[in-house]
């Protein structure tokens, strides 16, 4: 049975929002890292991670796309880390930041990197959050082990493993914006220097909102990256960052490269994750899906008609659809929405069900009564969106 639900977060506040920051303070640098020493597919490799409300029984998972970071998740762990009930885990995938690269990547592989900090965390499943690129890591991971995960969220749709596989070439002619992949695929050495001459320039060309479009050429070029913004001096903060947080990624940028953070738009990593999913069985993904779609994408302008491309709905039976007025980071751009999203689509989840154990003083003396009080401890803030539009389609 299929049951698709959309939810239209109306823009209403988004003036409200836009360009400001939900957690003016936040420190990435003050978060504490922790490291998982991992194995997938004959390789090992340390992925590093950020471990929030250790003591929560709701466990996520946020997982960050391209050009990001764990800190890109700022919003999210500020908003959800007031709920006791949740325990946040927010990796930097292989190859950012400080996590190694052990030479080989693909979408399987990031999704063993992510059950194996989920255990190093103490903990053995967990509903998925993530973004861009994170979010194909996401579905391949509830994809693949759908007793680890109970649900998987992308701003970007799943995109099935299906037929034969199709060239960027193919997909770029009817997506155009997606034209500059094929300079990251052709030319990946090239592009990350390219990227790497002036770290924050490169990503404060990727990193902006709807009130700062790219220039029309932008993502157009199958040769160059940044040539559309020649004469644009991008001397602005990311509008939706900090300045730490600003100076925490470029600095991350500058320690690790963009070499490996490349490896999504090569041909191996693409062919490969292909190959690997379209040969095992399991190609539906029953467990709840959500997709958090920006409306203002300069990379792709319509993601429910892209998804239609895609034929993800043929492969995804259990999907919720928001849509956040933002550009390519609607987490960032739109927190107040994007986090309403999110929280009405986890609140959809049967409560967790666990044993007491030394953590959980609060829970004696409520012997018969529903302690569901105690599980879902309400977050502070005022209910932010008040018109939601439920539709089933
Ligand atoms: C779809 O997923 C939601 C959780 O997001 C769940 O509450 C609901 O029961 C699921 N629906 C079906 C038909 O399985």
Known sequence: MRQISTAVVLSTFAGLVAGSLLDPDFDPSAYPQRVANCESEGHSLDIHYVDINPDGHRNLVLVHGWPGLWSTWANQ????????????????????GSSTHPGSASFHEMADDLVCVLYDAGETSAILIGHDWGSQVSYEALRSFPDVFQGASGTIPYIPSVGDFVPIEHIAKQLDHLTYQIYFERETKAAASELAADVRRSLRSVYQDVAHPPPKAFLTSSTDFLKAYDGEPLDQRIPFLNEKEEDYLVQAYERSGFLNTLQFYTH???????????????????????????????????????????????????????????????????????????????????????????????????????????????????????PLLHEDL
């Not at 880390?81 to 949740?86: G, I, V």
């Open 268 to 386: 191996p990593f693409r062919f490969g994750s292909h190959e690997y999913a379209s040969k095992e069985g399991r190609k539906i993904i029953d467990e709840p899906t959500a997709l958090i779609y920006p409306d203002a994408d300069p990379v792709v302008e319509d993601w429910a008609a892209a998804m239609e491309l895609l034929h993800t709905r043929s492969f995804v039976t259990n999907l919720t659809l928001f849509k956040v007025h933002a550009a390519h980071w609607p987490q960032l751009e739109n927190p107040v929405a994007f986090n309403e999203a999110l929280r009405q689509w986890l609140d959809t989840f049967p409560p967790i069900e666990y044993e007491e154990d030394e953590h959980d003083e609060h829970e004696h003396g409520h012997e018969g009564s529903d302690d569901e009080d105690q599980l879902v401890a309400p977050i502070a803030d005022e209910p932010l969106l008040e």
């Open 77 to 96: 762990i500020s908003y959800l880390s007031k709920d006791p009930q949740y325990h946040i885990i927010v990796p930097d995938l292989r190859g950012f």
